[in-house]
């Protein structure tokens, strides 16, 4: 981290060197002051793309269009961005242009938040223009500028003031809020990839419980491009109302005093992105194909969205029992989804305050739970019962599958083959 900092300080002397004026500038400098790990290390300098490709040995032309080169040094690499300005906004996405400026200042001032606003010099002196330090030392999220305007010039900077004030508990100023609420529609002009790129970051993050609570109160999430399906749409929109409403309330045993944000304060308390989304999801009433469907609008992957959605899905399909057919349900569903999948709405639960003694026993005393971990295969069966291969070996390792996982019979082949044959009487019988 230090070492990434003092590489980045030793590309701004060799530019100083050279007769240009160099800066370590935006995420990185707020962070270093703050005492967070660094990300991206991003320098702004007065040299022209040209001229910095030619100081740098190691360089790729990033986007030299809008003045970055990332320069490669010992294995990290370091955008290096010309001073520049931006010119207008006409679609609440990208300047229409930008052009290059001979002072840092000028080029802070384009930058969103006033701690994202802050160079810092090779003497070792902060240029703030805009008061960043005292926007950390208070924590406020604070624009640059009048927040309304700088909404309006790009719209994913409502997300980004979400971002950080719930990954830095920091409160976002009364007139940021208002800038939010007024230009909240302008939302559906930013392309999904980026909303859910921001979104997925804040479900990562140290404050996810924050994140969403601004997310649902501000009313953004509906307002993005696509329409999201009306189940999520709907208890998003009775949050903002209302406050939540939402199923989880009854697991727990979390007192919802303290704010709105009720059993949000749940998210936080699980250790993946990717078991916050299900628990969020569950806790909103959307159910696995549902998940799928807002998964799909948002661009987020394949493997990811179908974990989730069969958490969603598990959860769902246990309605269906009682308490006296609940272990039944349980073992019926690891079955279709996956041991793994079983224990990840455990940890949900658990982390809601749920106690899931009896539902970890379950799982315990199940042997198998795939067709896979069978003391049978397929073709044994069929060599066994003398029946040639066909669509009733899978029907009936399925049926072999659930005595097995429910402990009705043991997992072995002696076991296995005699019920096979009893059961293969019973099919032909009935037919
Ligand atoms: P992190 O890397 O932790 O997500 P960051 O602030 O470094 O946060 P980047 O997207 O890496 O975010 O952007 C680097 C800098 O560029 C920011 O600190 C900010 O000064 C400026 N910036 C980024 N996005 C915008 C934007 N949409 N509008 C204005 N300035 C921006
Ligand atoms: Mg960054």
Redesign the pocket.
Known sequence: NDKRWTEGLDIVHRLEHNGHRAYL????V??KLLGRPL??I?IATSAKPEEVLGLFSRTLPTGLKHGTVTVMEEGSSFEVTTFRQEGDYTDARRPDEVSFVLDVKEDLA????TF??MAFGSDGKIVDPFGGQDALRAGVVQCVGQPSE?FGE?A??ML?AI??AAEFGFDILPDVWEGIISNRGKLAQVAMERVSAEWD?MMAGGGPEQACHYLFKSGLLVNVKESLPESFRGAAERYRLNGSDWHWEEWGALDSDESSSGNLLYLPLLPDADLRWAALLIGMGVNGSDTLKLFRSLRISGKRAERIAAIADFHESLSAYDESTMRHGWIKNTIAHSRSIAEDLLSIREACGETVFAEREWLTEMSVSSVAELDVKGDELSRYLGVAPGPWISVLLQRLLEEAASGRIPNDKGSLLSEAKSAMRNMTEER
């Open positions: 500038v935006g995420g990185c707020r962070d990300h991206d991003d384009r930058r969103d938040f994202n606003a700088r790009d994913l900077r980004r971002r950080f970051k």
